[in-house]
């Protein structure tokens, strides 16, 4: 009750002594003055609070954006990582078909290949091969022929028809 007596004390209409209002309309008028007041401060702070409100709202709307950029780059890097994998599983691919290939061939290649075992062989020094030393008095006589000389010697002791030609045993 003492805050409405004070209200009323500072209200302007009580403040002009002008007492020909009756009470009611007094109260009625000091209430509204007052009333308006405190809906001046409040629609300030709500003017105030959405403005604050606003400030927020374009700060999340920058940071979403950025977020989008980010999203954006990181879908064209995946798409891009997706392109990679397929052309690195391609190679592969070819790489092994290409394997496959130079193993055939090589398997093509040995077919008519001359496999000796047991041949003990010997072979000039890289000293005297070097030095030109073609008479090798020192040299055991194996040292002095050729490999092809020393296999077509190695069958001929085993009794297998065998005969030299030039450029290959």
């Not at 290409?98 to 000796?116: G, H, P, V």
């Not at 010997?122 to 000293?127: D, G, L, M, V």
């Amino acid at each position: 009750m003492e805050d409405i007596a004070k209200d009323l004390r500072t209200c302007g209409d009580c403040q002009q002594g002008s007492f020909t209002l009756s009470l009611p309309k007094i109260i009625f008028s000091c209430f509204f003055g007052l009333l308006e007041k405190k809906m001046l401060v409040t629609t300030k702070n709500l003017v105030e609070e959405l403005e604050e409100i606003k400030k927020s709202l374009n700060f999340m709307l920058e940071e979403i954006s950025k977020v989008v950029k980010q999203q954006v780059n990181l879908m064209s890097l995946m798409e891009e990582v997706h392109e990679l994998r397929a052309t690195v599983k391609q190679r592969d691919q070819k790489i092994q078909l290409l394997e496959q290939r130079i193993d055939d061939l090589e398997q093509c290649s040995r077919a008519d290949d001359f496999i000796i075992t047991g041949m003990e062989t010997k072979h000039r020094s890289y000293a005297r091969t070097t030095a030109g030393d073609q008479q090798g008095e020192d040299s055991p006589p194996e040292e002095l022929h050729t490999l092809e000389q020393q296999v077509v010697q190695f069958m001929k002791s085993k009794r297998y028809s065998w005969e030299n030609q030039s450029g290959g045993a």
